[in-house]
Nanobody, 123 residues
């Protein structure tokens, strides 16, 4: 019913920048919150940044001032601009959609995840 397709990611040197994008497709009426999570090897998945349909944002302390999350509600797209990247930002980054309402009025109780592009920050 709903698919999240991400693009971006890759290898970048410390101090560099990358942009991740996520497009939600399917019979979607609205999405309450969208966010980016990341998971490094042998670590738990953690929230990087999230944004509500109203534009309220939330960032992990480790990325504040460096990452910017944005979304287009009409297109159901989500972006993450990452600046001043550090080696500790290396992880698989996942797009998330929570609070989805489908066009048929159904509100799935689960959220949706993208496939997770790899971001590697290394010299």
């Amino acid at each position: 019913q709903v698919q999240l397709v991400e693009s971006g990611g890759g290898l970048v040197q410390p101090g560099g920048s990358l942009r991740l994008s996520c497009a939600a497709s399917g019979s979607i009426l609205s999405i309450n919150a969208m966010g980016w999570y990341r998971q490094a090897p042998v670590q738990q998945r953690e929230l990087v940044a999230a944004i509500t349909s109203g534009g309220s944002t939330n960032y992990a302390d480790s990325v504040k001032g460096r990452f910017t999350i944005s979304r287009d509600n009409a297109k159901n797209t989500l972006d993450l601009q990452m600046l001043s990247l550090k080696p500790e930002d290396t992880a698989v980054y996942y797009c998330n959609a929570d609070g989805v309402i489908l066009r048929n009025g159904v509100r799935p109780k689960y959220d949706y995840w993208g496939q997770g592009p790899q971001v590697t920050v290394s010299s």
